[in-house]
């Protein structure tokens, strides 16, 4: 069964930085997608960033330049490293597994993943 939990979240003031974890576990598959989503109260979840098994990534252009999502295929887990957090950053960050070859680009949304974390907090507060 495969099982997805973040880590990492926290409160932080503007322009310091975080980094999420997530634990993959359960599954073994010759290519897959993990994506980062993140949603502010009232919002839609929304992709920050993917990684594919085959390295690939694909960001937001809201968090271009600022967050870098990796891979330690050894730990079975993926993070992403969050730094110059801004106010539009806040919100319950998950991670999510799809069984596709390359990252869909954030345009997809929600719709190719189909496993996902229970997600975790991230405030951004002065």
């Known amino acids: 069964q495969v099982q997805l939990v973040e880590s990492g979240g926290d409160l932080v003031q503007p322009g310091e930085s975080l980094r999420l974890s997530c634990a993959a576990s359960?599954?073994?598959?010759?290519?897959?997608?993990i994506a980062w989503f993140r949603q502010a109260p009232g919002k839609a979840r929304e992709e920050v960033s993917c990684i594919s098994s085959i390295g690939e990534t694909n960001y937001v252009d809201s968090v271009k330049g600022r967050f870098t999502v990796s891979e330690d295929n050894a730990r079975n887990k993926v993070f992403l490293q969050m730094n110059n957090l801004k106010p539009a950053d806040p919100g319950v960050y998950y991670c999510a597994l799809s069984r596709i070859e390359v990252c869909p680009g954030t345009g997809w949304g929600t719709a190719p993943y189909d496993q996902w974390g229970q997600g975790n907090q991230v405030t951004v507060t002065s």
């Open positions: 359960g599954f073994t598959l010759d290519y897959y997608v």
